[in-house]
């Protein structure tokens, strides 16, 4: 074997400790979730992943003071989410045909199954908005994925069309969680053409802005990412919409985030930009904690 063969194996076989092998998502037994299972596929293809699917809902508890609902409504209810787990399995397979795949059903609360599964799985596909104002009894909240799995959530937009990755914005922060956010995405950024590294900082702030970005876009260059740093003066509540721009100018349907860099009370209380990300996703959203 020439040299040149040896370098071609020792670069394949470093990509390959980068990629992802196992993807987990949530299929809820709505029409609602259709989008972000096809983009969980549309993954799995892409890195020749296992995809994990997990049917899981459980009984809405209601207070009933004065003996209303009797056995007859809890029967029906049962068979509710026997339908629902049904409809969600239905779904998956039909979507997953030629993919490995694993199915996994189980009634209890969403985020919690999926935080016990998500041991076996390097991410996490999840909804940027609860379906039908269930909850936490049928959607699997993508806040509390990203506190309670120690895995990167992959978040979808309500209707979030097909992922592409071409193009991605880093938001940088110089906090462990942003570092775990950069390591997580690596696989993503590993395949795409064009990667900005954006840290928003007050007007006094921008030559050590522009350093931290100039530092990170280099350390991703050493992994082969084609990336350049940025720094734009932006007040704290104007990071996220900095972002959305950024990423509207380059054409990247990918953010990568640290979550929650303050206390997630504070961010549900004053706002930020974990929160921002969240609740109002106009592109897919990469959130490691």
Known sequence: MTLSNVATVHADATLSKNLLRSILVHVEGSPEASGRVQVAVDLARMFDATLVGMGVEMIKTYSDPYGLLGG??????????????????????????????????????????????????????????????????????????????????LVA???????????????????????RALADSLPFLKAAEQVVVVECCAKDGVVDARLNTSDVAQHLRRHGVEAFGKAVPAAPERVSTELQITAQEIGADLIVAGAYGHTRLGEWAFGGVTFDLLNAPERFVLLSH
């Open 72 to 153: 007859e409504w809890l029967v029906r209810l049962q068979s509710l989410i026997e339908d629902d787990l049904k409809w969600a399995e239905e779904t998956f397979r039909a979507k997953t045909a030629g993919l490995r795949t694993e199915w996994a059903s189980v009634e209890t609360f969403p985020a919690a199954a999926m935080a016990r599964h998500a041991r076996s799985a390097d991410l996490i596909v999840a909804g940027g908005a609860p379906l039908g104002g269930e909850g936490a009894y049928r959607a699997a909240s993508p806040a509390e994925l990203v506190m309670q799995t120690g895995r990167p959530v």
């Open 157 to 179: 937009p309500p209707k979030p069309g097909k992922f592409h990755g071409r193009a991605v914005v880093v938001a940088w922060k110089d906090t462990r969680e942003a570092r």
